[in-house]
């Protein structure tokens, strides 16, 4: 039986989305596969994937995961070169889609952890505080697409209300608590509304205050997932790409240093007191 392992890239109109080093490695794929002397549906069953999801992957229109590679290695003869055409594009930045993909990940996981110390994570701002964020955009946007990113930002805040099961951790550095973002007024709702959403059973938040001695994620924000299948993922950004990180021994990393940040900053109660 085959089982779907990896996803697809989803534009805003649900079509299929692709990236040049998508489709480079999946034309890799390709060829070493038709060299092999194997049809879409042989490989397929090789790797635990329908022939469809094969074409997906071979096609640009699906992102691969580590597992996936190590499969393909196995049915592909072992060479190694698959594994490094795949290390190579899961660093290349610059690929949006790659966000819709995470956000698509967000939707199936059972746990979720963000560091934040530029603005309020995402999940969590006010609409107000939103539409400050995005004002602050240089290029500027004009109305229409201020509204439609607000309005896309409070749609994936929806995740925080219908998955209670899921777990969220959150931890922001106390630096960004004390900035004036969109003015006092804006400020202030926006903590109102990170309170609120804290009050939630399965929400734990925490602030890494400023007077830190030891910062285990001074290399910027990040976020962690787990699936419900035991699948870990990690995604990063910069001033103007985003990074979704899947191979496993660069998850176990970042994994590590949230983990010690945890125990770095101020505890759940503390924290809603320093808010409050």
């Not at 998850?251 to 409050?276: E, H, N, W």
């Amino acid at each position: 039986m085959a089982h779907d392992i990896g996803w697809t890239a989803q534009g805003q109109g649900g079509e299929p989305e692709s990236s040049d080093s998508m489709r480079t490695f999946g034309g890799f794929v390709q060829g070493l596969r038709e060299h092999a002397g194997l049809s879409r549906e042989e490989f397929g069953a090789l790797v635990h994937l329908s022939k469809h999801s094969v074409e997906s992957i071979e096609l640009g229109r699906r992102l691969a995961d580590e597992r996936f590679v190590g499969l393909a290695e196995g049915a592909l003869g072992n060479t190694g070169a698959l594994r490094r055409a795949f290390r190579h594009m899961a660093r290349q930045p610059g690929l949006a889609s790659w966000f819709r993909m995470w956000a698509r990940l967000e939707r199936e996981a059972v746990s979720l952890d963000t560091y934040e110390c530029r603005i309020l994570p995402g999940l969590l701002q006010s609409e107000a505080y939103a539409r400050a964020a995005f004002g602050n955009n240089i290029p500027l946007l004009d109305e229409e697409e201020m509204e439609t990113q607000v309005q896309a930002r409070v749609e994936r805040q929806r995740l925080l209300r219908e998955r209670p099961n899921t777990s969220f951790s959150f931890i922001i550095d106390e630096g960004v608590l004390r900035s004036h973002l969109g003015g006092p007024e804006v400020m202030r709702g926006a903590l109102d509304h990170l309170l609120a959403s804290a009050s939630a059973r399965n929400v734990h938040l925490q602030i890494m205050p400023t007077n830190y001695k030891e910062h285990a994620c001074l290399a910027g924000p990040l976020q962690l997932l787990e699936t419900g299948d035991g699948r870990r993922f990690a995604y990063a950004e910069g001033q103007q790409h985003g990074w979704l990180i899947t191979d496993v021994k660069e998850v176990v990393i970042v994994g590590q240093r949230y983990a010690t940040l945890r125990s770095q900053a101020l505890p759940p109660g503390d924290s809603k007191d320093l808010l409050k």
